[in-house]
């Protein structure tokens, strides 16, 4: 059973607006969060992480929130711009890295 | 920078043959990690070396085989393939629980 849940597989957003995508995770012991962007035939690149002793982490355009009562997290990104669409992956480690199936956001002009 | 190096990018295989994928990296990362992509499934683990000389199972280990070379290099072995081995691979290196490395990812067709 998958331990980290995208349950969206696509997002569509307009250039300038919020883009939010969301990650469910069911392990209590994860203590390390972290997003991954990844565009076609290329490898995913790191994007922004967070650790469980914080709810929330900036990089720019980019913020994680982290809730782990609900054991949830999202990714923000503000302004979206066109050069954001990609697929994006969220990953929780405990030890070991898990991902989850990914989301595909398209940022239209 | 080089980063994270997989040999090939593109392989077809009949049924039951064998192949390798390499990995090579040149951040002096301690970990390395092999993943499989597959539509809908998201990256699965398939092997991973924590450090030289140590391999472990992650998800999906059946019917792979991987050696820790060295410091640098994590290779995976497909014994016999099969249909079901039809995937993007991918070969990550990390320090420690830091974030992962990619690679640039290898298709694998297996007919």
């Known amino acids: 059973d998958q331990q980290v849940k995208q349950n969206s597989p696509s997002l569509s957003v307009q250039e300038g607006r919020i883009s939010i995508l969301n990650c469910d995770y069911t392990n209590s012991m994860f203590d390390y969060f972290l997003w991954y962007k990844k565009y076609p035939a290329e490898g995913p690149t790191f994007l922004i992480s967070?650790?469980?002793?914080?709810d929330k982490n900036e990089d720019g355009r980019f913020t994680v929130f982290l809730n782990k009562s609900a054991k949830h997290l999202s990714l923000h990104i503000v302004p979206s711009q066109p050069g954001d669409s990609a697929v994006y992956f969220c990953?929780?480690?405990?030890?070991?890295?898990?991902f989850g199936s990914g989301t595909k956001l398209n940022v239209k002009p | 920078n080089a980063g994270v190096t997989q040999t090939p990018k593109f392989q077809v295989l009949k049924t039951g043959q064998s192949m390798t994928l390499q990995c090579a990296q040149d951040?002096?990362?301690?970990?390395m990690y092999w993943y499989r992509q597959d539509p809908g499934m998201g990256l699965r683990l398939i092997y991973y070396s924590a450090s030289e000389g140590t391999t472990d199972k992650g998800e999906v280990p059946n019917g792979y085989n991987v050696s820790r070379l060295n410091k640098r290099e994590f290779s995976l072995r497909l014994e016999s393939a099969a249909p079901s081995q039809t995937s993007v691979y991918f070969c990550a290196s990390s320090e420690a629980l830091g974030e992962l490395f990619f690679g640039e990812g290898s298709r694998l067709t297996v007919l």
């Open positions: 990953a929780a480690s405990a030890f070991k890295f898990y």
């Open positions: 951040m002096n990362h301690n970990s």
């Open positions: 967070i650790s469980s002793i914080k």
